[in-house]
């Protein structure tokens, strides 16, 4: 199912604004009240006004002037605006979407590693209790089409159901890689996981092409 793209607040009240404008409620020359007025006005933020009037004075349909408010520069350039605005606010929503799922990869990420942090401390008492904890390790070699490719774009976790804890490269051992962190050919992963997801790994990384 197609997900509607929801266009950010001061996108939308730029869009108000143009429409006033092209309508004639806001006449060329006239000044549009100050940012703490239209702030209360549309219920947000006065640095939202100030986002939707820089959008506005870039298309030439207002002109921002320091200390003195915005004043009305063309009916048309308005509409103009209000054509051409439903392209922008798909990019610039989608934009937006796509930062906020980035930051919520990233938090995920976070909270996975110290979650692997807490497990690996409490090894000791698993392995006591006869329960240890199920690692392994994958090579990269040196022909997988994963080299030079992040965690992050490869969806790891989301492809194997495995956590990468440790990324072993020669001597050097880079423990809770992040995302952003990419694989050299001789790589060895070192992962936290099921069998099944060890096993999902390895053929992520001998496959002849990644999604």
Known sequence: MKQTVVPSQYLLIALDLARRIARGELPEGSRIYGR????????????TIRRALRLLADMKVVEVKPQSGAVVLSADSARRYIENFQGSADVHALRARL????????????????????????????????????????????DSPCIGQSIGALKFWQST???VVAIRRGQTVIASPGPYAELYAGDIIVLVGSAAAADAAHRLVTSKEVS
């Open 161 to 163: 159901g495995a956590t």
């Open 99 to 142: 930062r906020e799922q980035m930051e919520e990869y990233e938090d995920l990420h976070r909270r996975m590693a110290e979650t692997v942090k807490a497990l690996v401390k409490s090894r000791d008492t698993f392995a006591a209790a006869g329960e240890p904890l199920p690692n392994y390790e994958v090579p990269v070699p040196k």
């Open 36 to 47: 703490s007025v239209m702030a209360s006005e549309y219920n947000v933020s006065p640095e």
